[in-house]
Nanobody, 125 residues
Framework: QVQLVESGGGLVQAGGALRLSCTASGRTFSNGAMAWFRQAPGKAREFVAAISWSGGSTTYADSAKGRFTISRDNAENTVYLQMNSLKVEDTAAYYC??????????????????WGQGTQVTVSS
């Protein structure tokens, strides 16, 4: 089993920045792509960014392009999401997820096998 623990959320003013971290423990999968999703109250969970095992392939939601950067440190089993120029509409619970075996990035929740419990990001105006 894999456990994913997110951290780094908090309250920030619009225009500010946060760096989220997600560390995997337990049985980690050597080829798994990882991703960040978010879910605002009353809304469906939506894709934010994903990264392949090697880090050579990344993909972002349109809302994240140019502001967010996903990266990973495989030696530390950790994936990061650097979020700059935050907007009020970025307010949500942010979840990381990992695929068991596939290194292919995906924007679909069904592609991911394990999920963290989430970390709250609140952006004030």
């Amino acid at each position: 089993q894999v456990q994913l623990v997110e951290s780094g959320g908090g309250l920030v003013q619009a225009g500010g920045a946060l760096r989220l971290s997600c560390t995997a423990s337990g049985r980690t999968f050597s080829n798994g792509a990882m991703a960040w999703f978010r879910q605002a109250p009353g809304k469906a969970r939506e894709f934010v960014a994903a990264i392949s095992w090697s880090g050579g392939s990344t993909t972002y939601a349109d809302s994240a392009k140019g502001r967010f950067t996903i990266s990973r440190d495989n030696a530390e089993n950790t994936v990061y999401l650097q979020m700059n120029s935050l907007k009020v509409e970025d307010t949500a619970a942010y979840y990381c997820a990992t695929r068991k075996y596939s290194q292919l990035v995906s924007e679909y929740t069904d592609a991911y096998d394990y999920w963290g419990q989430g970390t709250q990001v609140t952006v004030s105006s």
